[in-house]
């Protein structure tokens, strides 16, 4: 069992979740934040390693993939924009396929990205012109007005760590935009069953809610100015469900498949998913401290 939480520091809060073929998520009592223990698990850097970053990276540049990417970035963009002032200067890390660098940057920010990965890095850059550090953000010297990270931190050996270097990074006022996927979606809507087998992989260190990513940045530093859960727009959520879910909970197999067919197809009912909680993602936005760097 872990001992320690590594969002909330709580000792001896851990409870377990369900098995899966990854290992163990164990929950912790305290602040809501699923975890894979990670004694079970082979030490990796953060992030994905580099081939993976590369494939991303590039297979969803083109094609049907490309425009799903380019539709996603464009709902991501005017909801980041949302909180930034003209001309801001932004820092995207993992800009993955670099389409909300793209939106971003068409909207008149000032814009650079970070990955780790050197072949990512290198063809988001090539595809779009726009600079992409290849390196950790602990590296970097310059200051932002805003840094956004969309679906890393889950991804992170210690996502504590991960948003101080956020913090530290952001000028005065600046603001940390961070979202990643919210477990209470998979709570409400699919089977413990289903979540084992099939949204639990070995990539993703932790699962959020709003009380966990809350906790997190109350611990870390920064004004809260939103905190809530959002639909992604991604219909491949939708679908992986209707072809790969053998039942939802509370409701049989038609029920179920109009209730997909539904939400994918009516997005006020999706958006009123998220403003219940249930939204596929959680999103925080946090304004670091304008005497400085907290």
């Not at 491949?236 to 909970?249: E, K």
Request: overall charge neutral; charged content about 25%; proline content about 4%.
């Amino acid at each position: 069992m872990i001992e320690t939480c590594k969002i909330c520091d709580v000792t001896g809060s851990y409870e377990l979740r369900l098995e899966t073929p990854c290992g163990s998520v164990q929950r912790c009592t305290y602040c809501d934040v699923w975890s894979l223990d990670d004694g079970q698990l082979e030490p990796e850097p953060d992030f994905q390693n580099d081939k993976f970053d590369e494939q991303w990276a590039t297979s969803g540049m083109r094609g049907s993939a490309g425009r799903r990417n380019q539709k996603r970035a464009k709902h991501r963009a005017n909801l980041v924009s949302a909180f930034l002032a003209p001309n801001s200067r932004v820092l995207e890390i993992g800009p993955g396929t670099g389409h909300l660098l793209t939106a971003l940057r068409k909207r008149g920010h000032d814009v650079t990205g970070l990955d780790q990965s050197e072949e990512a890095a290198r063809a988001v850059e090539n595809r779009t012109g726009i600079r992409v550090h290849a390196t950790q953000l602990e590296n970097l010297s310059e200051q932002y007005d805003a840094i956004v990270s969309f679906h890393v931190i889950e991804h992170v050996n210690n996502p504590f760590q991960f948003y101080q270097s956020i913090q530290a990074r952001l000028n005065p006022g600046g603001a940390a935009v961070i979202a990643t996927p919210n477990h209470l979606f998979y709570d409400t809507f699919i089977s413990d069953e289903v979540i084992a087998k099939f949204f639990v992989i070995p990539a993703h260190r932790f699962y959020f809610s709003p009380s966990s990513l809350g906790h997190l940045v109350e611990r870390g530093g920064g004004n809260i100015e939103m905190l809530s859960t959002i639909e992604s727009q991604d219909t491949r959520y939708y679908r992986a469900l209707q072809s790969q879910i053998p039942r939802m909970r509370g409701a049989g197999f038609l029920s179920r498949q109009l209730a997909l067919a539904w939400g994918q197809l009516n997005p006020e009912e999706r958006a009123r998913s998220g403003i219940r909680g249930t939204g596929d993602e959680v999103i925080v936005v946090a304004r670091a401290t304008l005497t400085g760097r907290k």
